[in-house]
Structures are given as C-alpha cells and as structure tokens.
C-alpha cells in the first residue's frame, strides 16, 4: 500500500480523486469497529496531543468543577492540554498517585466519591499506563463518571488494538489513540471518536473549509465561493469537522487503512 501511495507522486493529479475519501471513510469505520461505534463519530487527527488539545478547549471546567484528574507519570499528551485548560479555568491538576495495590481505577473512584472530588470537571485517564502496563479499569470509572455527572476523556493509544474497548460499556465524552502503536498504523495519525451528545458542544481546532457542508461536491469551487460575509462555514454532519486542517497524507492514509 504505501509503495502504491509513493507511486501516486508520479501522477499528482490523481491524489485528490474520490478514491481518498473512500480510504478516509475505511479508516473511519475501522477506528468505530475497534471502540464499537460508529463511523459518523470519528474524526481524522495528525496526533494525540491535537486530540486532546482539541477536546480540552470543550470540556467546561468552572465554577467548583476547575481540576481534572489524571494519573502520576501519565503520558504527557493527555495531560499538558489539561494543564493549560485547568490553569486558566482557575484551577489546577489532580495527580492520583500510584497505588501499592496497582488498581487505578479503586484509587481513582474513591477520590471522585470524596468531598475533594467534587472540584473535578473532567477525568482524563489512559486504558494501560504507558510506563509499567499497569490497567486502568475504565467500565467502572465511567460508571463513576456517569453516576457524578464528569466527563471521562480515553487515550487508548497503549491498547487500542491489543485490548477489547467498548464506547457503550464505559460511556466517555472522547476516545483517541495514535495509530503507531497496537493498531500497528503509520506516524502522523491519531483517531479521535466524539460522543454524538458532546459533537455540538465541541469546537474544532482549526478553521478550514475540508469539511464544510458541500465541500465534497464537484461544484464546490462555486458553491464555496467566497462572499461579501466571507467563506460558506456550515459543517457536514457528524465527528470529521474535527479533522485536521488540509488533506490526510495521501502517502500514509492508505497505509493505515
């Protein structure tokens, strides 16, 4: 596959055919087949820290609710997002230490159910710590979640494709994973799958005209012309307005697929 896409240099003017959005569209489904999803609610992303950049800027932290847990030694994309967004909502970062008893998920629930955990506003969690392995029971810190009304964030980048996951059995806002790792996938990608209820509450991290409503006709060159008020910003339905700004690699895309 990626001997073919190195191929296509030969012929650029093959590389924006309807074929590539065919491939985006398999990646999709295949991102939504791992977590039990659907392809709808899967958008494109060059890495993890994108991802989750993108989604600090939506979850609400205020008010009591300004702190966002994590675990110690975490995987910095899934924390320095969480720093900015905490610090400027008044808050800070909640570091659950290792337990001697290596259950994340026992520490982590009973610090959510204390009086303390009433000042978090989100809970950011990986499945597998990307130090030593250890797991991180996310069915039941998303039935916690659930129960105290805090959205749970998943980077699964250590377990996706090694370890089942299921979006309707843990119930989180947001579940990433670069694709470098089990899902055995080229650099430059992460996969990111946005919970139908949170796709409106969510902003994109850029502004480009990719996914815009109507931006995969072929009379787009008039219907997205530019007007007095500017470019046409209405979004095709669904997770890809989170797509990164210009064209998926034409290289690695098949690739991954």
Known sequence: AG???VGLKVFPWEMGSAGHEAIEEEVRGSMATLVGGQAQDVAL????????????????????????????????????????????????LIVIPRPAD???????????????????????????HWCDGSFVDLAAVGKCCRALRVPLVCD?????????????????????????KWLLGPYGFSLLWVAPEWQERTQPLEEHERRRLGADSPAWDDLGAMGRDGYPTEFMPGASKFDGGGRTNPITLPMLA
């Open 3 to 5: 001997r073919a896409a």
């Open 102 to 128: 290596w259950d994340w998920a026992r520490s982590i629930i009973r610090f959510l159910r204390s009086r303390e955990g009433a000042q978090i506003g989100c809970v950011a969690l990986p499945n597998v």
């Open 156 to 180: 699964l980048t250590q377990s996706l494709g090694a370890l089942p996951f299921s979006v309707a059995e843990v119930q989180p806002a947001m579940v990433m994973a670069s694709v470098h």
């Open 45 to 92: 992303c060059p890495s993890t820290s994108y991802s989750v950049s993108l989604v600090s800027r939506s979850i609400p932290l205020s008010g009591r609710r300004n702190c966002v847990l994590v675990t110690a030694n975490q995987m910095a994309s899934n924390v320095m997002p969480w720093q900015r967004a905490a610090t400027e909502a008044g808050g800070r």
